[in-house]
């Protein structure tokens, strides 16, 4: 059936780690008619690395501003092809970015990055979610703020993180000066995209929002937004000016960041004025595009995991240890946003195939089919192994970006895809003991929904998520979840809507195929889980030995047991 001439539309434009993308929605059913991707040129995929260093990663600024002009200048150019489309009918735009990622900039709000002087200076470039170069300043954020009279971390899980605003500001006051005294201000990347493609980048006006300040930099109503100057100065004077120079208010993407410049609209093919919302990361507003309510965990699986919930406001709430944040607003405007995750997980794969696969796997074709198709053909414990996934650190429950990876159970007989299907069960249990925590807590998971580039591809890897966590997956009816979130948010500030849940509710949608737990294998991965929650308890300790030989001896039974049927 042709669709009405009358059609509107918004764009959501999607940030992630190695590439922007972006996609023209029709705001009617939430069906997709255009979409461009944009590969970051600087580093690689997109990433700034030092190899003296494994827990640095940085980005170049330039490139998120290339990669607005160009995502969407193509997107607009493909949407124009459809006949039911008119640029006339673009009624907004929202914009996710990963994050915590801040930008150094100077007093127009200008990245450093982008000054010939600081080109090569890396500490002047985007600091990337994933560098853990500040797991000092973390911990000590952590200590004074776990004895503060606000209770700061009350709203974060208890811990601060390596990844997050406040330590990498302060490692990089403590380890490259120079920029930290050119730098006017800092500014989320999430924050940043919006206010530079409507011509607002002044840190002084720009529309901060409350998914980044209330999940990252410890910003809470409670206390009067971000942290006390007293409390910042406590860590190091300098930061107070940083608090200054940061917006008092911080505000959820159903508000107007301000409109397309001139200059942007230009570029991109797009009339002046559309109105930009106010941006957030790119798993809240994934949730957002996967549908996301209460009871419903939406995991948004990609290099990382983010697993997201909701609840409501009207209802008391109590503090969770171990998450990422309980902020008001910052997924659904009006309900709490819960945030937990994984560190690394697509990353995890990828490590094992580009480093240890063996060549038979990856001299033709994808080396990741064809371990896939070997793993799969693995019976649950049947390997003898166990793994912790804990390869880029663990971000919940225990907060801790210097725990590495674990692999127990080894032998001369060990098989590369045996080793596969362990790292994807381990990542599997570490998302289990996610929902355990969010349930121990009062918050029910009624159902899980995934979304990103390995719940669409992947079918291998969402069978043992739903046999391991032993309950039905949900993949998302969007390819694009993350960038139909922002659309999403495009259409409300628009006037599509009158808010999320409405535009939610025509918008969004699940896949038919539904992953269901088998149950010889969930009884199996029931025993297996056991085990790995003593390894993970053991070695979120100091002292792990007598665990880890309990848990070999029975990692062992488990084992022989499967393999005799």
């Known amino acids: 059936m042709a669709k009405s001439s009358s059609q509107r539309f918004s764009i959501g434009v999607d ?3 190695n590439s922007v993308r972006a996609l023209m929605v029709d705001v009617t059913d939430g069906s997709e008619i255009a979409s461009s991707v944009f590969n970051y040129p600087s580093g690689e995929a997109g990433v700034l690395l030092d190899p003296k260093d494994p827990n640095l990663a940085r980005q170049n600024p330039a490139d998120y501003i290339q990669g607005f002009y160009t995502s969407v200048r193509q997107a607009v150019a493909a949407a124009k092809k459809k006949k039911e489309f008119q640029i006339e009918q673009v009624v907004g735009i929202g914009i996710d970015t990963t994050g915590s990622t801040p930008i150094p900039v100077d007093r127009t709000g200008t990245p450093l990055a982008l000054d010939p ?19 000092a300043e973390a911990a000590e954020i952590t200590a004074k703020a776990a004895k503060h009279k606000d209770a700061y971390l009350t709203k974060c899980g208890g811990t601060y993180s390596s990844e997050w605003f406040w330590s990498k500001i302060l490692h990089c006051k403590r380890t490259t000066p120079k920029v930290f005294q050119a730098a006017y201000a800092w500014v989320e990347m999430a924050d940043y995209i919006p206010a ?8 002084h006006t720009i529309q901060r929002s409350i998914c980044a300040a209330g999940h990252k930099a410890m910003y809470n109503d409670a206390w009067d937004g971000l942290p006390s100057e007293r409390f910042l100065a406590s860590l ?3 930061l107070v000016a940083v608090r200054r120079r940061y917006a008092n208010r911080a ?33 809240h507003m994934g949730a957002v595009g996967a549908g996301i309510k209460r009871g419903t965990l939406v995991k948004i699986i990609g290099t990382s995991t983010c697993d997201m919930m909701v609840a ?9 240890p171990g998450l990422c944040g309980i902020v008001p607003g910052s997924i659904i405007p009006g309900m709490y946003g819960l945030e937990a995750g994984q560190s690394a997980v697509g990353d995890i794969f990828n490590w094992f195939v580009s480093h240890l696969a063996p060549a038979e796997f990856t001299a033709k074709g994808d080396p990741h089919a064809n371990l896939t198709r070997a793993a799969e053909q693995i019976q649950p414990g049947a390997s003898g192994l166990l793994a912790l996934d804990w390869n880029n650190g663990n971000r919940t429950v225990l907060v801790d970006p210097l725990l590495t990876g674990l692999l127990v159970g080894q032998t001369l007989h060990t098989s590369a895809p045996e080793v596969y299907r362990t790292l994807v069960e381990a990542t599997a249990f570490g998302g289990l003991t996610i929902i355990n925590r969010f349930e121990e807590y009062g918050v029910e998971v009624k159902e899980v929904i995934n979304c990103g580039g390995i719940a669409e591809k992947n079918p291998f890897v969402m069978q043992i998520y739903a046999d391991v966590c032993n309950r039905p997956m949900k993949i998302s009816r969007s390819a694009q979840t993350c960038a139909l979130g922002a659309a999403i948010f495009g259409a409300v500030i628009g006037g599509a809507y009158k ?21 010889n294998h969930a009884a ?42």
């Open 312 to 320: 409501p406001m009207d209802q008391p709430l109590v503090d969770i």
């Open 236 to 238: 190091d004077k300098d």
């Open 15 to 17: 940030y992630g780690t």
């Open 524 to 565: 199996v991965y029931a025993e297996l889980y056991k085990l790995y929650q003593q390894l993970h308890d053991a070695f979120g300790k100091a002292n792990y030995r007598t665990t880890l030989h309990h848990v070999m001896k029975d990692l062992i039974a488990v084992r022989n047991r499967v393999r005799k049927g």
């Open 251 to 283: 505000v959820p993407s159903d508000q107007i960041a301000g409109h397309l410049s001139a200059a942007t609209a230009k570029k991109v093919g797009l009339p002046v004025d559309i109105p930009v919302s106010v941006g957030a990361f790119d798993a």
């Open 117 to 135: 002087k600081y080109q090569k200076d890396m500490a002047a470039n985007a600091w990337l979610w994933k560098d853990h170069t500040s797991h």
């Open 196 to 203: 530079f493609v409507t011509g607002n980048t002044d840190p």
């Open 499 to 519: 808010n999320v849940e409405q535009a939610q509710r025509k918008m969004t949608g699940v896949k038919d195929k539904v992953f269901r737990p088998v149950k």
